[in-house]
């Protein structure tokens, strides 16, 4: 193999190489060359760079790296190396939330997580260590989302931030956040409940499956959704829960529903009432599917139950007169927790076991219906003896009056 021939420019130390390739004028294309000593001591001879294409550009060059302002090409390479390798090591909140997530494969609400993540932390902070983040910053998020958000889902989307601090640090991969994240305080517990009325006018669309227009004209009602509404009224199961639903959690000899990742993490047992007993029974299995509720097929793809039916719900709640503000498949759970502590037959802890709430305290918000019960039945006794007193007076009254 040939030798490169270099030659030598009207600047010392300055050398090129002519090329193959030609220039747009048709000259021969020129790669220079610099030597130099830089300030360490070291000798260097290596190329000026890709861009420089004149020898009076290639002897700027010379002059700043023998003079320290700009490195020589093997310091450059070897600062990019170690830059990058930095990177690979350095847990970013982006790179904490992707190992965070491969140890939880099948994490609770990890949609509401990972739509928190990809649309609020990353943006703000998605780049950066725990320990780069300032106070300043998580304020001016706070202040942000406040402005859009609602406060539980301001909450959410600090209380995600902490956990990936914990995280890091839990695991010793990083520093945590430098302060303490404080979450603001949301007061967002509704219970809803139906009254006699609601009651009646939903099941009987619930039941019948169809709603008519002024006009006369019938429209017939999801029957998933039906029947999803129908499983929360009777059983006070969660949307989740009832659509997660196989058909081997439903013991039907022994009388039990298996809930698959409730909210409180471990599988729960409740009991299977007769009215879900029989509607499920009557209920066809699609296509051999494992789901009560299976989704749509999609060839190639794992089975999955049906996504939601929210759009259907709604329809359900305007059809049988609701209120907006009514949550159909939660406001349901309410309503079957309500029955059930207003009924004076079930006490708080059976209703909490029913409910699968691992708190008592997530259980006490129906102990005023119960209380109003206990009261009412106080008052029987006081009722019965005015009522005898009543009897009595009007006896005297007639015997005297003889």
Known sequence: MPQAQFHRTTYPSVLYLETASRT??????????????????????????????????????RTARSRGTELPNE?????????EQAEVERWTLS?????????????????????????????????????EVAPLDVDRLRLTLSKKKAGGTVKNILELLRRLSNFAAKKQLCAPLPFRVTLPKVNNIRTEDLNAEQMARLLGILRDGT?????????????????????????GARRGEILRLKWDDIDFQRGFITLREPKGGTDQTIPLPDDARELLKNRPRRDGSAYVFPGR???GQEERPRADAAKSFRAIRAAAGLPASFRPMHGLRHTFASMLASSGEVDLYTLQRL????????????????????????????????????DQDAKKAKGEGR
């Open 75 to 83: 310091d450059r390479r070897a600062a990019k190396a170690a830059s």
């Open 24 to 61: 747009p004028d048709g000259k021969k294309e020129k790669i220079y060359y610099v030597r130099y000593r830089s300030p360490d001591g070291r000798q260097h001879f290596e190329r000026a760079g890709k861009k420089i294409t004149t020898a009076g550009k290639a002897n700027q060059v």
């Open 297 to 299: 097929k999609i060839k």
């Open 211 to 235: 709603v008519t227009d002024k006009a006369g004209k019938k429209t017939l009602l999801d029957q998933d959704a039906r029947e999803m509404m129908l499983l929360a009224l009777f059983t």
């Open 95 to 131: 790179k904490l939330w992707t190992e965070y997530k491969a140890g939880r494969p099948g994490m609770k609400r990890s949609a509401t997580d990972e739509t928190n993540f990809k649309l609020y932390l990353s943006p703000a902070f998605g780049d950066k260590e725990p320990r």
């Open 355 to 390: 409910l699968t709430h691992k708190s008592p305290m997530m259980t006490a918000r129906y102990a005023h219906l119960r209380d109003e019960t206990l009261k009412a039945a106080s008052n029987v006794a006081g009722r019965l003896m005015r009522e005898t007193t009543a």
